[in-house]
T-cell receptor, first 117, second 115 residues
Framework: EAQVTQNPRYLITVTGKKLTVTCSQN?????MSWYRQDPGLGLRQIYY???????DKGDVPEGYKVSRKEKRNFPLILESPSPNQTSLYFC????????????????FGSGTRLTVV | AQSVTQPDIHITVSEGASLELRCNYS??????LFWYVQSPGQGLQLLLK??????LVQGIKGFEAEFKRSQSSFNLRKPSVHWSDAAEYFC?????????????FGIGTKLQVIP
């Protein structure tokens, strides 16, 4: 089954304790992205990756890191989480969009609900 | 800069009634437009999309949407709502800017279906 898999689904952590949320897709998609979803704000893009070793900041990158060492994996790293990073996080992937064709849409993971206390 | 407005944060309809969810976008050229649905506890699922061609597009689960350039709108419709349609619906606009795709989502419309 074509899918984007995120882990964990739920995570409670303490301020300052480094964590990683994993994301993996099995569709050979070039493009991957992380979003956070907050009430009243919709989805905001954190980081995206056009391909292996190619990543760039989205609209709200502060406090986050990403890496793209393999095509299928795109982990989100919070090196020193803070309470304002409590949110619902989504990973999404899409076929190659690098040549001006963003018309495919995204496949989303099921989400990771993160609470930082 | 592109933007998406979903003016209705919450809508309640009776099961079997028709549904229209509004979406207005702001973008200079012809945009790529999408509707996604998010069921409780789930990720977003693509319902339908539009870029060119017929301005009335059909999607999954019996949904359709109509692109109206003059009104900068891309409203989502369904003739008869089922209880399982209760979810949150997101409109999105995509474009290419500086060589990469930019996707902007609306804040969502939460649909409640009553018996």
């Amino acid at each position: 089954e074509a899918q984007v898999t995120q882990n964990p689904r739920y995570l409670i952590t303490v301020t300052g304790k480094k964590l990683t949320v994993t994301c993996s897709q099995n569709m050979n998609h070039e493009y991957m992205s992380w979003y956070r979803q907050d009430p009243g704000l919709g989805l905001r893009q954190i980081y995206y990756s056009m391909n292996v070793e190619v990543t760039d900041k989205g609209d709200v990158p502060e406090g986050y890191k990403v890496s793209r060492k393999e095509k299928r994996n795109f982990p989100l790293i919070l090196e020193s989480p803070s309470p304002n990073q409590t949110s619902l996080y989504f990973c999404a992937s899409s076929p190659d969009q690098g040549q001006g064709t963003p018309g495919y849409g995204y496949t989303f993971g099921s989400g990771t609900r993160l609470t930082v206390v | 800069a592109q933007s998406v407005t979903q003016p209705d944060i919450h809508i309640t309809v009776s099961e079997g009634a028709s549904l229209e969810l509004r979406c207005n976008y702001s973008y200079g050229a012809t945009p790529y437009l999408f509707w996604y649905v998010q069921s409780p506890g789930q990720g977003l699922q693509l319902l339908l999309k539009y870029f060119s061609g017929d301005t009335l597009v059909q999607g999954i689960k019996g949904f359709e949407a109509e692109f109206k350039r003059s009104q900068s709108s891309f409203n989502l419709r369904k003739p008869s709502v089922h209880w399982s349609d209760a979810a949150e619906y997101f409109c999105a606009v995509a474009s290419i800017s500086g060589g990469y795709q930019k996707v902007t989502f609306g804040i969502g419309t939460k649909l409640q279906v009553i018996p």
